[in-house]
């Protein structure tokens, strides 16, 4: 089935550092490709997303790659902050073009701490 | 986000007992959907539902039902709780717009805060 895998689990930057989240999806149909931030007791929320006729999103210090051949993308943010730390989830759809469900298929987390 | 609320925020219950967990929204959205989220397992979508008349399973549905009794309500209910039902579950919604070809969903989802719940 439709599978999303996101590495690494954990992951303890310094503030001011930079950090990466990847992510590789099984479904070669997926078109759609957002990035939820979960801080402690709320729910996740939009961040950042990608559409697959596209290679890179950037916005301020958060950007995202896609490789539609390799079937990657990865999540990056530049001089990180201590309100950074979160569990940040990628997820995978088909669901931009019309009809289709938009059903979201998300990774596992990865949890961010930035050490001040 | 206030949009979406969820009742109850943490609920802890016994094994077989029935339960019911509610969402609620101010959005607008005709899209609704219930998750579950286990260390580890990220978030794993159980129902949702289009309209008020229209509701699908998601991949993990087997021991639970939902409802949907208004466009703003759509409630998630375990009938015999057991103890691998304890996570926490969140609700969702998006909209939709018109294509050429039916009705399609805008990509963001909005999620409520979540109810923790825990089944002795």
């Known amino acids: 089935g439709e599978n999303v895998e996101q590495h690494p689990s954990t992951l303890s930057v310094q503030e001011g550092d930079s950090a990466v989240i990847k992510c590789t999806y099984s479904d070669s149909a997926s078109n759609y490709f957002p990035w939820y931030k979960q801080e402690l007791g709320k729910g996740p929320q939009l961040i950042i997303d990608i559409r697959s006729n596209v290679g890179e999103k950037k916005d301020q210090r958060i950007a995202v790659t896609l490789n539609k051949t390799a079937k990657h993308f990865s999540l990056h943010i530049t001089e990180t902050q201590p309100e950074d730390s979160a569990v940040y989830f990628c997820?995978?759809?088909?669901?931009?073009?019309?009809?289709?469900?938009?059903?979201?298929?998300f990774g596992t987390g990865t949890l961010l701490a930035v050490q001040p | 986000d206030a949009d979406v609320t969820q009742t109850p925020r943490n609920r802890i219950t016994k094994t077989g007992k029935r339960i019911m967990l509610e969402c609620s929204q101010t959005?607008?959205?005709?899209?609704m959907y219930w998750y579950r989220q286990d260390p580890g397992l990220g978030l794993r979508l159980i129902y949702y539902s289009f309209d008020v008349k229209d509701i699908n399973k998601g991949e993990i549905s087997d021991g639970y039902s939902v409802s949907r009794q208004a466009q703003a309500k759509f409630s998630l209910s375990l009938e015999s709780a057991i103890p691998n039902q304890t996570a926490l579950y969140f609700c969702?919604?998006?909209?939709?717009?018109?294509?050429?070809?039916?009705?399609?969903?805008?990509?963001?989802?909005?999620f409520g805060p979540g109810t923790r719940l825990t089944v002795l």
């Open positions: 997820a995978a759809s088909r669901g931009y073009y019309g009809g289709a469900t938009n059903k979201l298929i």
């Open positions: 969702a919604t998006s909209d939709s717009f018109l294509t050429s070809g039916g009705k399609s969903s805008y990509n963001e989802q909005f």
């Open positions: 959005k607008g959205h005709d899209r």
